[in-house]
């Protein structure tokens, strides 16, 4: 079993913290250009902590979605968690499911990356206990500052940080599409799919976003391995 503890485990996470700095903060700022008060953004990220769920659910929030449906969003976006916390649970030492439930709950791409590539036996509790509170912890706090940050942004710069939001999903999209057609011919399907039930009407903005997503995912799925064959 590895002898780390905590201490060693907020170290780990501190990296994780840093990173989420600029995120975090943005989060928050573009929050309170949506509406939300520091209250409710916070709390957002005290209890959701999953932010590519959360940018999603501001857009959806401005656009007057139902909460059920912004639910239904968040869980399909992250469904990938189930497996990871799957593939976590075989790298951790045997503990109480009450325990493993509460760092489950902390588990993100972030933070899954720097436990999984921990050398060495199994993991404490008390390490991942550490990497995740630290992670937590930066993420709400800069959320709540960024908030503040925008509450003192002149008013012509709030509404254009409107903006942002989707300019920082194109920064996150492109990067990503160079040099892998999976991911472009997803996005393709997705938009397109989206752009159909937008000019059409048939389906409500969240609605939409929802079924866009799994219809991309689904399909490239059924044609990737097709591509392989050949």
Aim: charged share 10%; aromatic share 10%.
């Amino acid at each position: 079993m590895d002898g780390r503890g905590f201490t060693a485990g907020l170290k780990a996470g501190t990296s994780i913290a840093i990173g989420y700095f600029p995120i975090a903060l943005t989060f928050g700022l573009l929050a309170k250009t949506t509406g939300l008060s520091i209250v409710e953004a916070t709390a957002m990220s005290i209890f959701v902590f999953a932010g590519a769920a959360q940018y999603i659910s501001l857009s959806l929030i401005a656009a007057g979605v139902a909460p059920a449906v912004i639910v239904l969003n968040t869980f399909i976006v992250n469904i990938r968690h189930f497996l990871m916390t799957a593939a976590l649970n075989e790298k951790m030492q045997p503990d109480a499911r009450w325990k493993k439930a509460l760092y489950a709950f902390g588990i993100t791409d972030e933070s899954f990356s720097v436990l999984a590539t921990q050398k060495g036996g199994r993991l404490r509790t008390t390490f991942a206990a550490g990497v995740i509170l630290v992670s937590y912890g930066s993420w709400v706090a800069f959320t709540a500052v960024g908030h503040l940050i925008g509450a003192n942004l002149p008013q012509f710069l709030q509404a254009s940080m409107s903006i942002a939001l989707y300019a920082m999903f194109v920064g996150l999209l492109v990067p990503s599409m160079r040099g892998n057609r999976k991911v472009v011919s997803l996005a393709l399907i997705a938009a397109l799919t989206n752009s159909l039930f937008y000019f059409t009407g048939w389906l409500s903005t969240g609605w939409a976003i929802m079924v866009s997503t799994l219809v991309s995912a689904i399909l490239i799925e059924l044609i990737s391995p097709k591509e392989v064959k050949s």
